[in-house]
């Protein structure tokens, strides 16, 4: 078997993962969003505020509690998606990832997210062991840029 030959459908499965885990973000989901990532003992979570997470539980408490400060309808949609199949059970991914929604006490949120992803396939499905999810920083000022694309 051959690196071409692995990754034909692999490639296409992790972008279909992704899309469905942004449509179950904005339908506020948060179990059917909890199956992007492996049920083992090993997935970290790095995202764009802390605390870093290291447990399914983390996980899901984050996401609900994210999930419900938002008051109206949620927009998550990735812009881009390039996935790199590195073996027949290991794959990474980066992504440029959209989110804009209003908070219940009115402020309006509206970000450009880079993710990095780091994916095991398991019993046949891709689900993600790692995930890092950043903005870019101007160094000089401290001040993230929230709407970059690059």
Known sequence: MTMATIGTG?????????????????AG???RLMALFDEGNDV????????????LAQL?????????????AMTCDYREIHT?????????????MH???RTRNGQAVDLVVRVTDI??????HWRVVHEHASFPVDIATGVADLQSTS
């Open 119 to 124: 994916w095991r396939k398991r019993e046949g």
């Open 84 to 96: 790199q199949i590195l073996a027949p059970d290991a794959a990474w991914s980066w992504a440029i």
């Open 60 to 72: 899901r408490q984050n996401f609900a509690a994210s999930l419900d400060d938002i008051d109206e």
């Open 29 to 31: 989901d948060v179990d």
């Open 44 to 55: 970290f979570l790095f995202d764009y505020s802390p605390p870093r997470l290291t447990t």
């Open 99 to 101: 989110v804009a929604f």
């Open 10 to 26: 692999d490639s296409a499965a992790i972008e279909q993962t992704l899309r469905a885990a942004a449509a179950d973000v904005e």
